[in-house]
């Protein structure tokens, strides 16, 4: 069962589709059929945006970027009805935020970190195929990107959504019925004595329990109303709360609003930080003539909700070309994003990843070769020429049992910060095959390790807000979250960084 849940399954499915309004009420549950399109983002570079954006320009970006697709269509689908290229959509990536708010959110990044270096989001464009995710080859759309990518007038393309595998079945520990026991004593990653991150001794100070702090999950679906959370009050602020035919969405998001938000009574069990305010921001957006898993765009929107010393959480990773699953981050569309929000002050936690196709975990210091990629770039590796750091703080996932390691499927590198339990996390989920009832399961994965991080930023914002009356910016959390954690049984050599005490930070004064 907590097998099925942990099943970030394959993209797409049967939705409820809500619709964004900040404030909103708790979703519908009915099923609304609509499935993502498969799409691709495009950047031009800046020599070939300035001239089709000037005021003679004898062609559109849009015209250019259709042109260009379809000569690439044209050498490599043997079927060109198939490929519908001839129908494509094109529209600017980051549409939901308006162009004078995101200018806006580009200065307040330059004031707030000297380092940032603008980009032009005007240069990125989304390409919608009339295909759905499910009818839609990775092969194909390889091949096509391959193709793309020569061309002068193109800076960057990529796929565009998400990509989930399930894990490796887990030995579960001895089946305790949670829906009849307080789930409390079932929850290590709360305690402490190098268990856990300490989240129950910082309860005992003021903001340790995330009071005046706002987090933001960014995924595809979640039970709002779920009835450990249904109090906790988390709103939609925008895209779709996307259900899915396979069950893998709702789970996956309940089970990471409940690790932080699980309201504090007398069911289920209790969030790290239960008086934090929780939003979520759905991936699946709709532009022209049907939706689109667009996690940039949706990083970007998330952004412009947040402040300084906000978190948002990335519940997301893709895929190479042989379907390695690493960092959302080397996709460059949402490595641009992510790189605005932390550097608008925004603390932004990203999963490692979950290992290749075979469930062992890719060592991210190593090059990556993207989904239709012409070559290779060690993005994630300092010491690499190609090394970009986006500013998030990455999550590798370690074992339950004490003395932690590192779980065979996480990733690890030099760039991974900090981890967390990647198995055993009880917390709140649905339950796919009885209607999507209420449940609580033993999640896992990098996905069920970043919420416990997410978490204990929360918790310290909180207590330094409390004591200073001023939040820290995202870089500041970074290195804080370290200070005095606890390493894994085989230390360095595992490459996934310590796991966050709280306790330390807390009697080491570093909060005050
Ligand atoms: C949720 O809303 C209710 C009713 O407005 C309020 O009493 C409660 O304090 C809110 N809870 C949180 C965690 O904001
Ligand atoms: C992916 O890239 C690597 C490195 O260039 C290469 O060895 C491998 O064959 C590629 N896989 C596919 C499916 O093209
Ligand atoms: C890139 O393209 C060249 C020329 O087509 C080819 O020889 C090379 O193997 C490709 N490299 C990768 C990583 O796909
Ligand atoms: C961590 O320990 C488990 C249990 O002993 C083992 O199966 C696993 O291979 C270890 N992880 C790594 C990365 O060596
Ligand atoms: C989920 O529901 C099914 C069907 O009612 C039931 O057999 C199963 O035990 C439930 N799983 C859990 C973990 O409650
Ligand atoms: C499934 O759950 C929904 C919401 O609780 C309810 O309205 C619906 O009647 C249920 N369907 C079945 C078949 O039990």
């Known amino acids: 069962m907590s097998r099925i849940c942990r099943a970030l ?106 380092t940032y270096v603008p980009v032009d989001f005007g240069t990125w464009f989304q390409v919608q195929f009339p295909q759905s995710t499910e009818e839609t080859s990775l092969d194909e759309i390889a091949k096509l990107l391959k193709k793309l990518g ?43 004595g190098g268990q856990g ?77 239960p008086n934090a305010r929780g939003h979520v921001v759905g991936v699946q957006r709709t532009v022209n003539d049907g939706p689109v898993e667009n996690p940039p765009d949706a990083i970007v929107d998330a952004a412009s909700y947040l402040k300084v010393g906000d978190v948002m959480l990335l519940e997301m990773q893709t895929a190479d070309n042989d379907s390695a699953l690493w960092p959302i ?17 925004i603390t932004v936690i990203e999963p490692a990843g979950n290992g290749d196709a075979n469930g062992i975990g890719v060592n991210l210091d190593g090059p990556v070769v993207r989904l239709g990629d012409n070559s290779s770039h060690s993005f994630l590796n300092p010491k690499s020429k190609d090394f970009r750091d986006s500013g998030a703080i990455l999550v590798g996932a370690g074992s339950a049992a004490y003395p932690r390691n590192r779980t065979v499927w996480s990733n690890y590198g030099s760039r991974v910060d900090v981890h967390a339990w990647g198995e055993h996390i009880w917390t709140s989920s649905v339950n796919v095959t009885d209607n999507y009832s209420d449940d609580y399961i033993e999640f896992d994965g990098t996905s069920g390790a970043a919420p416990i991080i997410a978490g204990a930023a929360l918790s310290v914002q909180g207590m330094v807000y409390k004591n200073r009356g001023k939040k820290l910016s995202g870089a500041d959390i970074r290195k804080l979250i370290k200070v005095g954690g606890t390493a894994t049984i085989n230390g360095a050599a595992d490459k996934i960084g310590v796991m966050p005490d709280l306790k330390a930070l807390i009697d080491g004064g570093y909060l005050k």
Not at 164 to 182: C, E, G, S, V, Y
Not at 329 to 345: K, Q, S
Request: proline share 5%.
């Open 9 to 114: 399954a394959a993209l797409s499915l049967l939705s409820s589709l809500v619709h964004t309004v900040s404030g909103a009420a708790i979703p519908p549950r009915e099923d609304t059929p609509i499935i993502a399109r498969s799409a691709i983002a495009v950047k031009l570079d800046a020599a070939t945006a300035a001239s089709l954006q000037s005021r003679n320009a004898r062609t559109s970006p849009a015209q250019l970027i259709q042109d260009l697709i379809t000569k690439a269509a044209a050498g490599s689908t043997s079927d060109g009805k198939r490929s519908g290229v001839g129908s494509v959509k094109v529209a600017p990536l980051f549409s939901s935020v308006s162009t004078d708010k995101l200018a806006g959110m580009v200065q307040q990044a330059v004031k707030n970190d000297p």
């Open 150 to 192: 020569r061309n002068k007038e193109i800076a960057s393309c990529q796929r565009l959504g998400m990509h989930r595998r399930q894990l490796p079945a887990a030995a579960q520990t001895a089946a305790l019925k949670p829906n009849d026991d307080p789930l409390y004593s079932k929850q290590g990653y709360l305690q402490g």
């Open 197 to 273: 991150i300490n989240a129950a001794y910082a309860w005992g100070f003021p903001g340790g329990d995330g009071a005046g702090t706002t987090v933001i999950d960014v995924e595809r679906g979640w039970q709002l109303d779920h009835e450990d959370l249904v109090k906790a009050n988390i709103t939609l602020l925008s895209g779709q709360n996307f259900k899915d035919r396979y069950g893998g969405n709702y789970p996956h998001g309940t089970a990471v609003l409940g690790e932080m938000l699980m309201v504090d009574n007398k069911i289920g069990g209790i969030g790290i930080v």
């Open 329 to 345: 981050e080397v996709e460059d569309a949402e490595f641009d994003a992510i790189r605005l929000a932390t550097a608008m002050g």
